[in-house]
């Protein structure tokens, strides 16, 4: 390893660090999730109608907020942001810091971006690329808001390269945790070990078994957190609806082709970068490249199941 190159790791190692820093000090402003899961947090140790008003005076969004307009709806809420477990459970871990609940929910975006960072210049070997794409906008955004979408970033990112390596037992492990952080992540768990076993890098049980084993933990998830089926999910997120509770969902074909073609012509514009990068890496000849595959399955079912045009 050369002086040059061990002088440029640290120059970026520097530069990932001061981005993280910013992210942490310059959150997204208008976040509306952070404090959903600031009140599950506050949920183990109070009752919602104490929870409710700190909430609900937390920042301008969620006062003009007309879903949470009662401890009751607060309450209802809940259950969709409950089934990120081990994302809940690091905002509670963290309280030895003695930092506020958003302050380290702050930290766990940050420190996940500098995960993320480490990760790719191991990934790439390169600082210069790695960097420009940490710096870029459509990534730093994600490590601004107060949602589980850093850490899992993070954990799915650090799965992959251990996939890419050979190292299946703690790429897939990395993987299954994945689930506990984002419940959706079960559609790339689901699409790497159809991947694996393609390429006869794993058998027919062992992916049979990881399989029900990720499967099974959502539903673990989804029973313990009270969460809502995908119709409700869908309709009080693209349709309407006070309450997720108090939804009865009545929607066809049309009305879901019709919010999926909608959605789709917002984000074209926001995955131009990730398409042209991941054609760039599809034709770069990597030996990585066939990951790709699972991933843009993984994405595209995503998408189909729930056609959001956020940007993360």
């Given at each position: 390893m050369s002086a040059r190159y061990i002088f440029t790791t640290c120059l970026y190692l520097g530069f990932i660090a001061?981005?993280?820093?910013?992210?942490?000090?310059?959150?997204?402003?208008?976040?509306?999730?952070?404090?959903?899961?600031?009140?599950?947090?506050?949920?183990?140790?109070?009752?919602?109608?104490?929870?409710?008003?700190?909430?609900?005076?937390?920042?301008?969004?969620?006062?003009?907020?007309?879903?949470?307009?009662?401890?009751?709806?607060?309450?209802?809420?809940?259950?969709?942001?409950?089934?990120?477990?081990?994302?809940?459970?690091a905002i509670d871990a963290t309280a030895f810091t003695g930092l506020s609940i958003q302050t380290r929910i702050n930290l766990i975006s940050a420190l996940s971006l500098f995960g993320v960072g480490i990760v790719m210049l191991i990934w790439t070997g390169n600082p210069l690329y790695s960097a420009l794409l940490l710096a870029s906008s459509a990534i730093t955004v994600i490590f601004r808001m107060g949602t589980p979408d850093g850490l899992s970033t993070f954990a799915v990112l650090a799965g992959l390269w251990a996939v890419s390596r050979s190292r299946l037992l703690i790429g897939i492990l990395l993987l299954l945790v994945s689930v506990w952080i984002r419940t959706d992540n079960l559609l790339l768990v689901i699409a790497v070990l159809g991947y694996l076993l393609w390429e006869k890098q794993i058998t027919l049980v062992d992916a049979g078994v990881m399989g029900a084993t990720s499967a099974a933990s959502v539903a673990v998830i989804n029973h313990f957190s009270g969460n809502y089926s995908w119709p409700v999910l869908f309709q009080f997120s693209f349709i309407g609806g006070r309450s997720p509770a108090e939804i009865d969902p009545a929607f066809g074909l049309v009305q879901y082709f019709g919010v999926a073609s909608r959605n789709a012509e917002t984000i074209i514009t926001q995955v131009a970068i990730w398409l042209l990068l991941g054609i760039m890496a599809w034709s770069s000849k990597s030996a990585d490249r066939g990951l790709l595959i699972p991933v843009w399955i993984a994405v595209a079912a995503h998408y189909a199941l729930y056609p959001s045009p956020e940007s993360r």
């Amino acid at each position: 390893m050369s002086a040059r190159y061990i002088f440029t790791t640290c120059l970026y190692l520097g530069f990932i660090a001061v981005v993280s820093w910013a992210c942490f000090r310059h959150p997204v402003a208008d976040d509306f999730d952070r404090y959903i899961y600031e009140a599950l947090v506050r949920g183990r140790y109070e009752t919602v109608e104490v929870v409710y008003p700190v909430v609900k005076h937390s920042n301008k969004r969620a006062e003009e907020s007309s879903v949470l307009d009662s401890p009751t709806h607060l309450g209802q809420l809940e259950p969709l942001y409950a089934i990120k477990p081990l994302y809940v459970e690091a905002i509670d871990a963290t309280a030895f810091t003695g930092l506020s609940i958003q302050t380290r929910i702050n930290l766990i975006s940050a420190l996940s971006l500098f995960g993320v960072g480490i990760v790719m210049l191991i990934w790439t070997g390169n600082p210069l690329y790695s960097a420009l794409l940490l710096a870029s906008s459509a990534i730093t955004v994600i490590f601004r808001m107060g949602t589980p979408d850093g850490l899992s970033t993070f954990a799915v990112l650090a799965g992959l390269w251990a996939v890419s390596r050979s190292r299946l037992l703690i790429g897939i492990l990395l993987l299954l945790v994945s689930v506990w952080i984002r419940t959706d992540n079960l559609l790339l768990v689901i699409a790497v070990l159809g991947y694996l076993l393609w390429e006869k890098q794993i058998t027919l049980v062992d992916a049979g078994v990881m399989g029900a084993t990720s499967a099974a933990s959502v539903a673990v998830i989804n029973h313990f957190s009270g969460n809502y089926s995908w119709p409700v999910l869908f309709q009080f997120s693209f349709i309407g609806g006070r309450s997720p509770a108090e939804i009865d969902p009545a929607f066809g074909l049309v009305q879901y082709f019709g919010v999926a073609s909608r959605n789709a012509e917002t984000i074209i514009t926001q995955v131009a970068i990730w398409l042209l990068l991941g054609i760039m890496a599809w034709s770069s000849k990597s030996a990585d490249r066939g990951l790709l595959i699972p991933v843009w399955i993984a994405v595209a079912a995503h998408y189909a199941l729930y056609p959001s045009p956020e940007s993360r």
